[in-house]
Protein backbone atom coordinates (compact mmCIF):
# COMPACT_ATOMS: atom_id res chain seq x y z
CA UNK A 1 0.00 0.00 0.00
CA UNK A 2 1.15 3.71 -0.76
CA UNK A 3 1.81 5.70 2.36
CA UNK A 4 -0.90 8.42 2.73
CA UNK A 5 -0.67 11.52 4.54
CA UNK A 6 -3.29 13.97 5.68
CA UNK A 7 -2.16 17.34 4.98
CA UNK A 8 -3.54 20.73 6.66
CA UNK A 9 -2.53 22.46 3.15
CA UNK A 10 -5.16 20.37 0.79
CA UNK A 11 -7.22 19.25 3.80
CA UNK A 12 -7.31 15.86 2.57
CA UNK A 13 -5.16 12.69 2.38
CA UNK A 14 -2.44 12.57 -0.16
CA UNK A 15 -0.17 9.63 -1.73
CA UNK A 16 3.28 11.04 -0.32
CA UNK A 17 5.68 11.29 -3.28
CA UNK A 18 9.09 13.03 -1.77
CA UNK A 19 10.86 15.58 -3.68
CA UNK A 20 13.83 13.42 -4.31
CA UNK A 21 13.42 9.32 -4.74
CA UNK A 22 14.34 7.55 -1.59
CA UNK A 23 14.77 10.84 0.69
CA UNK A 24 12.35 12.79 2.67
CA UNK A 25 13.26 16.02 4.34
CA UNK A 26 11.03 17.25 7.39
CA UNK A 27 11.00 20.12 9.56
CA UNK A 28 9.43 20.19 12.81
CA UNK A 29 8.93 23.18 14.81
CA UNK A 30 10.24 22.42 18.22
CA UNK A 31 10.07 24.35 21.48
CA UNK A 32 10.97 28.02 23.01
CA UNK A 33 13.03 27.17 25.90
CA UNK A 34 12.48 29.82 28.12
CA UNK A 35 11.23 26.56 30.64
CA UNK A 36 10.90 23.23 31.22
CA UNK A 37 8.86 21.50 28.87
CA UNK A 38 5.51 19.39 29.58
CA UNK A 39 3.63 16.91 28.56
CA UNK A 40 2.17 18.70 25.16
CA UNK A 41 6.00 19.30 24.38
CA UNK A 42 6.06 15.08 24.57
CA UNK A 43 3.42 14.44 22.53
CA UNK A 44 4.85 16.38 19.13
CA UNK A 45 7.96 14.75 19.97
CA UNK A 46 6.61 11.34 20.33
CA UNK A 47 4.44 11.56 17.21
CA UNK A 48 6.64 12.76 14.75
CA UNK A 49 9.88 9.92 16.35
CA UNK A 50 7.21 7.72 15.25
CA UNK A 51 6.51 9.18 11.25
CA UNK A 52 10.71 9.50 11.15
CA UNK A 53 10.93 6.10 12.09
CA UNK A 54 8.49 4.73 10.20
CA UNK A 55 9.77 6.44 7.08
CA UNK A 56 13.02 4.79 7.74
CA UNK A 57 10.92 1.33 8.37
CA UNK A 58 9.70 1.82 4.88
CA UNK A 59 13.13 2.34 3.24
CA UNK A 60 13.87 5.96 3.15
CA UNK A 61 16.91 8.28 3.80
CA UNK A 62 15.15 10.68 6.57
CA UNK A 63 17.09 14.39 6.31
CA UNK A 64 15.03 15.14 10.00
CA UNK A 65 15.79 18.62 11.54
CA UNK A 66 13.94 20.69 14.75
CA UNK A 67 14.94 23.89 15.98
CA UNK A 68 14.87 25.66 19.41
CA UNK A 69 13.78 29.19 19.63
CA UNK A 70 16.13 30.72 21.91
CA UNK A 71 15.36 34.56 21.27
CA UNK A 72 11.95 34.89 21.88
CA UNK A 73 9.40 37.41 24.30
CA UNK A 74 8.70 35.02 26.74
CA UNK A 75 13.03 33.55 27.07
CA UNK A 76 13.49 37.47 27.44
CA UNK A 77 10.55 38.24 29.94
CA UNK A 78 11.44 35.09 32.07
CA UNK A 79 14.88 35.91 32.00
CA UNK A 80 14.47 39.25 33.56
CA UNK A 81 12.61 37.61 35.88
CA UNK A 82 15.29 34.82 37.33
CA UNK A 83 18.04 37.89 36.28
CA UNK A 84 19.71 35.46 34.08
CA UNK A 85 21.25 35.98 30.57
CA UNK A 86 18.51 34.72 28.08
CA UNK A 87 20.77 32.78 26.34
CA UNK A 88 22.48 30.45 29.68
CA UNK A 89 18.69 29.96 30.52
CA UNK A 90 17.79 28.77 27.32
CA UNK A 91 21.43 26.53 27.55
CA UNK A 92 20.08 25.16 30.42
CA UNK A 93 16.36 24.33 29.35
CA UNK A 94 18.20 22.92 26.20
CA UNK A 95 19.80 20.79 28.78
CA UNK A 96 16.68 19.78 30.63
CA UNK A 97 14.79 19.56 26.91
CA UNK A 98 17.39 16.61 26.18
CA UNK A 99 17.61 14.76 29.59
CA UNK A 100 13.83 13.90 29.18
CA UNK A 101 13.57 13.33 25.55
CA UNK A 102 16.22 11.04 25.82
CA UNK A 103 14.13 9.27 28.58
CA UNK A 104 11.17 9.22 26.14
CA UNK A 105 13.43 7.70 23.61
CA UNK A 106 12.99 10.29 21.41
CA UNK A 107 15.86 10.02 18.58
CA UNK A 108 17.61 12.62 17.87
CA UNK A 109 16.97 15.02 14.56
CA UNK A 110 20.20 15.73 12.40
CA UNK A 111 20.48 19.00 13.53
CA UNK A 112 19.04 21.17 16.15
CA UNK A 113 19.49 24.72 14.74
CA UNK A 114 19.05 27.67 16.83
CA UNK A 115 17.86 30.93 16.30
CA UNK A 116 20.62 33.15 18.39
CA UNK A 117 23.20 30.80 16.18
CA UNK A 118 21.67 31.65 12.89
CA UNK A 119 21.48 35.34 12.69
CA UNK A 120 23.36 36.14 9.47
CA UNK A 121 21.21 33.35 8.03
CA UNK A 122 18.05 35.64 9.35
CA UNK A 123 19.20 38.89 8.04
CA UNK A 124 20.45 37.71 4.46
CA UNK A 125 16.53 36.81 4.17
CA UNK A 126 14.99 39.74 5.48
CA UNK A 127 17.15 41.79 3.50
CA UNK A 128 15.93 40.00 0.67
CA UNK A 129 12.72 40.70 0.96
CA UNK A 130 12.72 44.05 1.55
CA UNK A 131 14.89 44.21 -1.84
CA UNK A 132 11.83 42.02 -3.43
CA UNK A 133 9.60 45.14 -2.06
CA UNK A 134 7.97 42.41 0.31
CA UNK A 135 8.68 44.28 3.56
CA UNK A 136 9.78 47.22 4.79
CA UNK A 137 11.83 49.17 7.31
CA UNK A 138 9.99 51.40 10.43
CA UNK A 139 11.73 52.61 13.57
CA UNK A 140 14.59 50.16 13.32
CA UNK A 141 12.41 47.14 12.78
CA UNK A 142 11.33 45.45 9.40
CA UNK A 143 7.58 44.24 8.81
CA UNK A 144 6.79 41.45 5.90
CA UNK A 145 3.58 43.37 3.92
CA UNK A 146 0.49 40.67 3.87
CA UNK A 147 -1.46 42.36 1.74
CA UNK A 148 1.42 41.88 -1.11
CA UNK A 149 0.64 37.99 -0.87
CA UNK A 150 -2.45 36.78 -2.82
CA UNK A 151 -2.82 33.68 -0.94
CA UNK A 152 -2.68 34.66 2.66
CA UNK A 153 -4.75 32.21 4.83
CA UNK A 154 -3.97 29.02 2.60
CA UNK A 155 -3.10 26.79 5.39
CA UNK A 156 -5.76 27.93 8.02
CA UNK A 157 -8.62 28.48 5.54
CA UNK A 158 -9.60 31.79 6.71
CA UNK A 159 -9.11 35.22 4.63
CA UNK A 160 -7.96 38.34 5.23
CA UNK A 161 -10.55 39.79 6.77
CA UNK A 162 -11.84 37.04 9.08
CA UNK A 163 -8.00 37.29 10.56
CA UNK A 164 -7.82 41.52 10.77
CA UNK A 165 -10.83 41.40 13.41
CA UNK A 166 -8.94 40.08 16.49
CA UNK A 167 -5.26 41.63 15.14
CA UNK A 168 -3.54 44.27 17.05
CA UNK A 169 -0.43 46.68 17.07
CA UNK A 170 2.65 45.78 19.94
CA UNK A 171 3.11 48.53 22.32
CA UNK A 172 6.41 50.26 20.26
CA UNK A 173 5.09 49.07 16.84
CA UNK A 174 5.17 51.52 14.43
CA UNK A 175 3.94 49.19 11.11
CA UNK A 176 1.94 49.99 8.19
CA UNK A 177 -0.85 47.73 8.08
CA UNK A 178 -2.61 45.77 11.55
CA UNK A 179 -1.96 42.76 9.48
CA UNK A 180 2.21 43.60 8.85
CA UNK A 181 4.32 41.13 10.90
CA UNK A 182 7.77 41.86 12.50
CA UNK A 183 10.29 39.81 10.36
CA UNK A 184 13.15 41.78 12.68
CA UNK A 185 12.92 43.89 16.11
CA UNK A 186 14.25 46.81 17.13
CA UNK A 187 16.30 46.28 20.57
CA UNK A 188 14.47 47.77 23.47
CA UNK A 189 16.85 49.62 26.59
CA UNK A 190 18.28 46.26 27.68
CA UNK A 191 17.49 43.50 25.68
CA UNK A 192 19.59 40.93 23.46
CA UNK A 193 20.42 42.15 20.46
CA UNK A 194 22.86 41.94 17.33
CA UNK A 195 23.64 44.47 14.68
CA UNK A 196 22.10 44.63 11.74
CA UNK A 197 21.54 46.86 8.63
CA UNK A 198 18.31 48.77 10.55
CA UNK A 199 20.50 48.75 13.44
CA UNK A 200 20.54 46.73 16.64
CA UNK A 201 17.77 44.21 17.46
CA UNK A 202 16.50 40.52 17.38
CA UNK A 203 14.86 38.21 15.02
CA UNK A 204 10.82 38.18 14.89
CA UNK A 205 9.29 34.59 15.69
CA UNK A 206 8.32 33.11 12.31
CA UNK A 207 11.46 33.83 9.75
CA UNK A 208 14.01 32.21 12.42
CA UNK A 209 12.21 28.81 11.24
CA UNK A 210 12.29 29.66 7.31
CA UNK A 211 15.58 30.88 7.66
CA UNK A 212 16.63 27.63 9.35
CA UNK A 213 14.91 25.52 7.33
CA UNK A 214 16.44 27.19 3.57
CA UNK A 215 20.04 26.51 5.11
CA UNK A 216 19.60 23.46 6.46
CA UNK A 217 17.01 21.17 3.84
CA UNK A 218 16.68 23.76 0.64
CA UNK A 219 13.87 26.07 -0.41
CA UNK A 220 11.31 23.20 -0.63
CA UNK A 221 10.72 20.09 1.79
CA UNK A 222 8.66 17.33 1.75
CA UNK A 223 7.14 17.45 5.14
CA UNK A 224 6.72 20.38 7.76
CA UNK A 225 5.46 19.63 11.02
CA UNK A 226 4.24 20.92 14.38
CA UNK A 227 1.25 21.25 16.53
CA UNK A 228 -1.69 22.49 15.42
CA UNK A 229 -1.56 25.62 17.58
CA UNK A 230 1.45 26.68 15.39
CA UNK A 231 -1.23 26.54 12.18
CA UNK A 232 -1.94 30.49 12.47
CA UNK A 233 0.04 32.98 12.58
CA UNK A 234 3.42 30.89 12.97
CA UNK A 235 2.90 28.13 10.10
CA UNK A 236 1.04 30.92 8.20
CA UNK A 237 3.78 33.12 8.12
CA UNK A 238 6.39 31.08 7.32
CA UNK A 239 4.61 30.00 4.55
CA UNK A 240 4.52 33.67 3.14
CA UNK A 241 7.95 34.78 4.03
CA UNK A 242 9.82 31.29 2.18
CA UNK A 243 8.13 31.33 -0.79
CA UNK A 244 7.87 35.49 -1.35
CA UNK A 245 11.72 35.23 -0.53
CA UNK A 246 12.60 31.54 -2.91
CA UNK A 247 9.80 32.03 -5.67
CA UNK A 248 9.28 28.38 -5.00
CA UNK A 249 6.53 26.53 -2.55
CA UNK A 250 7.89 25.88 1.03
CA UNK A 251 6.04 22.32 1.55
CA UNK A 252 4.77 20.02 -0.21
CA UNK A 253 3.01 18.32 2.96
CA UNK A 254 2.00 20.12 6.39
CA UNK A 255 1.41 17.69 9.37
CA UNK A 256 -0.12 19.16 12.48
CA UNK A 257 -0.46 16.98 15.97
CA UNK A 258 -3.65 17.43 17.74
CA UNK A 259 -2.84 18.98 21.82
CA UNK A 260 -2.96 17.55 24.65
CA UNK A 261 -5.96 18.87 26.95
CA UNK A 262 -6.40 19.07 30.35
CA UNK A 263 -10.46 19.27 30.68
CA UNK A 264 -10.55 20.29 27.27
CA UNK A 265 -8.04 23.33 27.44
CA UNK A 266 -5.33 22.84 25.53
CA UNK A 267 -2.33 22.21 28.29
CA UNK A 268 -0.03 25.49 27.92
CA UNK A 269 2.16 27.05 30.25
CA UNK A 270 -0.02 30.40 30.04
CA UNK A 271 -2.60 28.72 31.01
CA UNK A 272 -1.02 27.05 33.96
CA UNK A 273 -2.38 23.98 33.38
CA UNK A 274 0.54 22.14 32.07
CA UNK A 275 2.58 18.78 33.64
CA UNK A 276 6.21 18.76 33.73
CA UNK A 277 7.61 15.19 31.47
CA UNK A 278 10.28 15.35 34.47
CA UNK A 279 6.99 14.89 37.07
CA UNK A 280 5.05 12.73 35.08
CA UNK A 281 7.94 10.33 34.63
CA UNK A 282 7.97 10.10 37.99
CA UNK A 283 5.16 8.21 38.23
CA UNK A 284 5.16 6.11 34.81
CA UNK A 285 7.65 4.87 32.73
CA UNK A 286 8.71 6.75 29.38
CA UNK A 287 7.06 3.18 27.87
CA UNK A 288 3.65 3.63 29.37
CA UNK A 289 3.91 7.89 28.23
CA UNK A 290 4.78 6.67 24.96
CA UNK A 291 1.85 4.04 24.46
CA UNK A 292 -0.61 6.57 26.22
CA UNK A 293 0.26 9.19 22.93
CA UNK A 294 0.36 6.79 20.51
CA UNK A 295 -2.80 4.92 21.22
CA UNK A 296 -4.72 7.85 19.96
CA UNK A 297 -4.96 9.26 16.26
CA UNK A 298 -2.42 12.26 16.27
CA UNK A 299 -4.31 15.11 14.26
CA UNK A 300 -6.77 14.70 17.00
CA UNK A 301 -6.71 16.13 20.77
CA UNK A 302 -5.52 13.92 23.63
CA UNK A 303 -7.34 14.46 26.77
CA UNK A 304 -4.63 14.18 29.92
CA UNK A 305 -5.45 12.92 32.80
CA UNK A 306 -4.01 10.27 35.46
CA UNK A 307 -6.70 7.70 34.93
CA UNK A 308 -6.12 7.73 31.21
CA UNK A 309 -2.02 6.75 31.83
CA UNK A 310 -3.00 4.26 34.57
CA UNK A 311 -5.44 2.51 32.30
CA UNK A 312 -2.73 3.09 29.36
CA UNK A 313 -0.11 1.52 31.65
CA UNK A 314 -2.92 -1.58 32.08
CA UNK A 315 -3.35 -1.97 28.64
CA UNK A 316 0.51 -2.39 27.86
CA UNK A 317 1.20 -4.77 30.56
CA UNK A 318 -1.13 -6.83 28.47
CA UNK A 319 0.93 -6.22 25.30
CA UNK A 320 4.58 -6.76 27.66
CA UNK A 321 3.35 -9.79 29.17
CA UNK A 322 2.52 -11.68 25.92
CA UNK A 323 5.88 -10.64 24.36
CA UNK A 324 7.53 -11.73 27.72
CA UNK A 325 6.14 -14.92 27.89
CA UNK A 326 6.19 -16.11 24.24
CA UNK A 327 10.28 -15.52 25.02
CA UNK A 328 10.24 -17.08 27.85
CA UNK A 329 8.65 -20.47 26.81
CA UNK A 330 10.71 -20.53 23.76
CA UNK A 331 12.18 -23.20 24.84
CA UNK A 332 9.26 -25.42 25.48
CA UNK A 333 7.71 -24.85 22.23
CA UNK A 334 7.84 -28.39 20.66
CA UNK A 335 5.03 -28.02 18.55
CA UNK A 336 4.81 -27.51 14.96
CA UNK A 337 3.04 -24.55 13.85
CA UNK A 338 5.82 -21.61 12.46
CA UNK A 339 3.10 -18.93 12.30
CA UNK A 340 4.53 -18.10 9.46
CA UNK A 341 1.52 -17.09 7.36
CA UNK A 342 -0.37 -15.38 10.51
CA UNK A 343 2.64 -13.46 11.17
CA UNK A 344 3.48 -12.18 7.35
CA UNK A 345 -0.61 -11.21 7.98
CA UNK A 346 -0.71 -8.82 10.61
CA UNK A 347 2.73 -7.50 9.74
CA UNK A 348 0.58 -6.41 6.35
CA UNK A 349 -1.70 -5.20 8.44
CA UNK A 350 0.42 -3.00 10.59
CA UNK A 351 2.14 -1.40 7.84
CA UNK A 352 -1.17 -0.59 6.07
CA UNK A 353 -2.72 0.95 9.02
CA UNK A 354 0.45 2.94 9.26
CA UNK A 355 0.56 3.73 5.71
CA UNK A 356 -3.17 5.37 5.88
CA UNK A 357 -1.72 8.80 7.50
CA UNK A 358 0.45 6.93 10.59
CA UNK A 359 -2.55 5.41 12.30
CA UNK A 360 -0.80 4.28 15.23
CA UNK A 361 -3.75 3.68 17.58
CA UNK A 362 -5.39 1.15 14.61
CA UNK A 363 -1.31 0.19 13.87
CA UNK A 364 -1.61 -1.03 18.04
CA UNK A 365 -4.85 -3.17 17.70
CA UNK A 366 -3.23 -5.17 15.09
CA UNK A 367 -0.36 -6.05 18.15
CA UNK A 368 -3.04 -7.19 20.10
CA UNK A 369 -4.62 -9.50 17.88
CA UNK A 370 -1.31 -11.10 17.20
CA UNK A 371 -0.60 -11.25 20.86
CA UNK A 372 -3.76 -13.38 21.30
CA UNK A 373 -3.03 -15.44 18.62
CA UNK A 374 0.60 -16.31 20.22
CA UNK A 375 -1.54 -16.96 23.44
CA UNK A 376 -3.51 -19.08 22.04
CA UNK A 377 -0.78 -21.29 20.19
CA UNK A 378 1.24 -21.00 23.27
CA UNK A 379 -1.51 -22.27 25.37
CA UNK A 380 -2.54 -25.27 22.87
CA UNK A 381 1.16 -26.18 22.52
CA UNK A 382 1.43 -25.64 19.15
CA UNK A 383 4.13 -23.42 18.63
CA UNK A 384 7.11 -24.56 16.86
CA UNK A 385 10.73 -23.18 18.04
CA UNK A 386 10.74 -21.52 14.57
CA UNK A 387 6.95 -20.03 15.40
CA UNK A 388 8.40 -18.15 18.28
CA UNK A 389 11.28 -16.82 16.37
CA UNK A 390 8.88 -15.61 13.90
CA UNK A 391 6.41 -14.26 15.89
CA UNK A 392 9.11 -12.28 18.10
CA UNK A 393 10.33 -10.85 14.82
CA UNK A 394 7.03 -8.93 14.37
CA UNK A 395 6.93 -7.60 17.80
CA UNK A 396 10.05 -6.25 17.45
CA UNK A 397 9.37 -4.98 14.42
CA UNK A 398 6.57 -3.09 16.18
CA UNK A 399 8.77 -2.11 18.74
CA UNK A 400 11.91 -0.26 16.46
CA UNK A 401 8.80 1.98 15.12
CA UNK A 402 6.96 2.26 18.27
CA UNK A 403 9.82 1.89 21.39
CA UNK A 404 6.98 0.85 24.30
CA UNK A 405 8.66 -2.64 24.99
CA UNK A 406 11.19 -3.85 27.23
CA UNK A 407 13.44 -6.64 26.62
CA UNK A 408 12.05 -9.23 28.86
CA UNK A 409 13.26 -9.30 32.81
CA UNK A 410 14.83 -11.99 34.45
CA UNK A 411 12.35 -14.44 36.03
CA UNK A 412 12.76 -16.64 38.73
CA UNK A 413 10.80 -19.65 39.94
CA UNK A 414 10.24 -20.58 43.47
CA UNK A 415 8.48 -23.88 44.20
CA UNK A 416 7.23 -24.97 47.03
CA UNK A 417 8.86 -27.73 48.27
CA UNK A 418 11.38 -25.67 50.69
CA UNK A 419 10.50 -24.88 54.19
CA UNK A 420 8.28 -21.92 54.93
CA UNK A 421 8.94 -19.08 56.59
CA UNK A 422 7.15 -18.55 60.27
CA UNK A 423 4.44 -15.74 60.56
CA UNK A 424 6.61 -13.60 62.70
CA UNK A 425 9.16 -13.85 59.82
CA UNK A 426 6.65 -13.30 56.56
CA UNK A 427 5.00 -10.59 59.10
CA UNK A 428 8.76 -8.62 58.96
CA UNK A 429 9.43 -9.14 55.89
CA UNK A 430 5.81 -7.59 54.64
CA UNK A 431 6.91 -4.73 57.16
CA UNK A 432 10.31 -4.11 55.76
CA UNK A 433 10.67 -0.62 54.72
CA UNK A 434 14.08 -0.94 52.33
CA UNK A 435 13.38 -3.13 48.76
CA UNK A 436 13.30 -6.50 48.96
CA UNK A 437 16.55 -8.68 48.42
CA UNK A 438 15.55 -11.50 45.49
CA UNK A 439 16.60 -14.14 48.47
CA UNK A 440 13.21 -12.36 50.92
CA UNK A 441 10.92 -12.19 47.75
CA UNK A 442 11.76 -15.98 47.53
CA UNK A 443 11.11 -16.60 51.43
CA UNK A 444 7.68 -14.31 50.69
CA UNK A 445 6.70 -16.57 47.95
CA UNK A 446 7.21 -19.62 50.11
CA UNK A 447 5.13 -17.92 52.71
CA UNK A 448 2.49 -17.55 49.88
CA UNK A 449 2.71 -21.31 48.70
CA UNK A 450 2.26 -22.35 52.17
CA UNK A 451 -0.95 -20.31 52.77
CA UNK A 452 -2.46 -21.49 49.53
CA UNK A 453 -2.13 -24.97 50.81
CA UNK A 454 -3.81 -24.24 53.80
CA UNK A 455 -6.50 -22.70 52.01
CA UNK A 456 -5.85 -19.02 53.45
CA UNK A 457 -6.42 -17.82 50.21
CA UNK A 458 -6.93 -14.19 52.08
CA UNK A 459 -3.06 -14.38 53.39
CA UNK A 460 -2.47 -15.87 50.53
CA UNK A 461 -3.67 -12.77 48.24
CA UNK A 462 -2.47 -9.65 51.07
CA UNK A 463 1.24 -11.50 50.16
CA UNK A 464 0.45 -11.38 46.37
CA UNK A 465 -0.85 -7.58 46.55
CA UNK A 466 2.01 -6.07 48.78
CA UNK A 467 4.37 -7.79 46.88
CA UNK A 468 2.68 -6.15 43.54
CA UNK A 469 2.63 -2.85 45.06
CA UNK A 470 7.12 -3.04 45.30
CA UNK A 471 6.94 -4.15 42.05
CA UNK A 472 6.80 -7.99 41.81
CA UNK A 473 4.48 -9.81 39.64
CA UNK A 474 3.79 -12.85 40.20
CA UNK A 475 2.77 -15.81 37.77
CA UNK A 476 1.40 -19.39 38.57
CA UNK A 477 3.07 -22.21 36.88
CA UNK A 478 2.55 -26.19 37.51
CA UNK A 479 6.80 -25.66 38.13
CA UNK A 480 5.61 -23.12 40.48
CA UNK A 481 5.33 -19.32 41.13
CA UNK A 482 7.67 -17.32 38.44
CA UNK A 483 8.25 -13.67 39.62
CA UNK A 484 10.11 -10.80 38.02
CA UNK A 485 10.37 -7.04 38.87
CA UNK A 486 8.42 -4.26 37.16
Not at 33 to 50: C, E, M, Q, T, W
Not at 73 to 81: M, V, Y
Not at 190 to 213: F, L, N, T, V, Y
Not at 402 to 428: H, M, N, Q, W, Y
Request: proline share 4%; with cysteine.
Amino acid sequence: MTLVIYSTLTRKKQPFEPLRKGRVSIYVCGVTVYDKSHLGHARSAINFDVVVRFLRHKGYEVDHITNFTDVDDKLIARAHELDIDPLNLSKQMIEEYFSVMDRLKIRRAGAYPKASESIPDIIAMVKGLVDKGMAYESAGSVYFIVRNVKEYGKLSGQTLDQMITGTRKEPGEDKRDPMDFALWKAAKPGEISWDSPWGKGRPGWHIECSAMCLKHLGKTIDIHGGGTDLIFPHHENEILQSEAYNDAPFANYWMHNGMLTVEEEKMSKSMKNFFLISEVLEKYSPEVVRFFILNAIYRQPLEYNEQSLDDSRKALDKLQNAYDELLANAGKAAGDEDASEICQSHLRRFEEKMDDDFNSREAIAVMYDLAREANRLRGEAKLSAKGVENIAAVFERFNDIFDVLTEPKETKIVRGDADAPSSDETDSLLSKSAPLTDGEVGRLLLARAEARRARDFAKADMIRDELAKRGIEIQDTPDGAVWKRK
